[in-house]
């Protein structure tokens, strides 16, 4: 199970802090994943690790100003989010899998599992 949370209203250039907890699995075998999704639209990827990877894979639209991070020993993923836009407004959800490779970590049908999503809106 995911739980997502740390969404909330910020202004433009702003920053927050989403988090993902994990529990019921070993959370430091799997890849975790952070997508978006804003209303009418699909959900797109942002950004994610593989599970033995120190490298994040970040969308071109974040790079710089958004940080995965992973505390395996809390079992929680952070999203550390600076100089927010208003176009980065959504809704965020977490999302893991055991075997997914770093050429997948974009897309979200090779994700197993998802949490709950949380609100982030940027607006002044």
């Known amino acids: 199970q995911l739980q997502a949370s740390g969404g909330g209203l910020v202004q433009p250039g702003g920053s927050l802090r989403l988090s993902c907890t994990a529990s019921g699995r070993t959370f430091r075998r799997y890849g975790m994943g952070w997508f978006r999704q804003t209303p009418g639209k699909e959900r797109t990827f942002v950004a994610a690790?593989?599970?033995?990877?120190?490298?994040?894979y970040y969308a071109d639209s974040v790079k710089g100003r958004f940080t995965v991070l992973r505390d395996n020993a809390k079992n929680t993923m952070y999203l550390q989010m600076n100089n927010l836009r208003p176009e980065d407004t959504a809704v965020y959800y977490c999302a893991a899998d055991p075997s997914i490779i770093r050429s997948s970590l974009p897309s979200q049908s090779a994700y197993a599992y998802w949490g709950q999503g949380t609100l982030v809106t940027v607006s002044s």
């Open positions: 690790f593989t599970a033995n990877s120190g490298y994040p």
